[in-house]
């Protein structure tokens, strides 16, 4: 099953409006949770990296007062697009890396929200 | 030069072929190395890690060549439901502070 839950996982809006995306780590208790865009045909485009309890690390050329992350748990982080425009449509992945088995660590993904701003 | 560079494809291959997937990345301290698997429209899936010794999972084959700074994917015996796009994964760890880069996929089809 799922180890990691996305919500919503189909939004449509208005320009303008902000749009919240809950990330949860299921079972696991997830040291980072990373925030990814993909637009269509592209690969995955990291956003930000963020740790419980810190302020997130936001990759060049990401506007980290358009795109709010709050990673308020070990299980939870959101993010939240301010302000949607029509280029924000794409498609928002989160992943959170821990620790499943003793040993190992690994990163799983949400099954992605998509984003279409009218 | 791109952090990690993939050869977007397409590979087209006739099922039951053997195809291979190399993928550079330009930091030579990366520690961590992933194959994920993308399905049109989903998300990447962890298809295998990349150990130093190389590693086997049924029909697939993952090594790490650290002095070419590489690592590749080799896939046997292709079967119709493994046409997706492959992405690895480079991860680099400094100062507590973990980067996780993404290649931009090759995408294999396989064809009957």
């Known amino acids: 099953g799922a180890v990691v839950s996305q919500h919503p996982s189909r939004v449509i809006c208005k320009s303008g409006t902000s749009v919240k995306i809950e990330c949860r780590s299921l079972?696991?208790?997830?040291?980072?949770m990373f925030w990814y865009r993909q637009f269509p045909k592209q690969s995955l485009m990291l956003m930000a990296t963020s740790n419980e309890g810190s302020k997130a690390t936001y990759e060049q050329g990401v506007e980290k007062d358009k795109f709010l992350i709050n990673h308020a748990s070990l299980t939870l982080s959101t993010l939240t697009v301010t302000s949607a425009h029509p280029e924000d449509s794409s498609f928002y992945i989160c992943?959170?890396?821990?620790?499943?088995?003793?040993?190992?660590?690994?990163?799983?993904f949400g099954p992605g929200t998509r984003l279409l701003v009218l | 030069r791109k952090e990690v560079e993939q050869d977007p494809g397409p590979f087209n291959v006739p099922e039951g072929a053997t195809v291979a997937f190399n993928c550079t990345y330009s930091?030579?301290?990366?520690?961590?190395f992933f194959w994920y698997r993308q399905d049109c429209r989903k998300e990447p899936k962890l298809l295998m890690s990349v150990y130093s010794s190389g590693n086997e999972d049924g029909r697939f084959t993952a090594q790490l060549n650290r002095a070419s700074q590489y690592i590749s994917l080799l896939i046997r015996d292709s079967k119709l439901s493994d046409s997706a796009t492959y992405l690895c994964?480079?991860?680099?760890?400094?100062?507590?502070?973990?980067?996780?880069?993404f290649g931009t996929g090759t995408k294999l089809q396989v064809i009957p």
């Open positions: 930091n030579s301290a990366s520690q961590s």
């Open positions: 994964v480079v991860i680099f760890i400094s100062g507590g502070y973990q980067k996780v880069t």
């Open positions: 079972d696991f208790q997830a040291t980072t």
């Open positions: 992943s959170a890396r821990g620790i499943l088995a003793p040993g190992t660590e690994t990163q799983y």
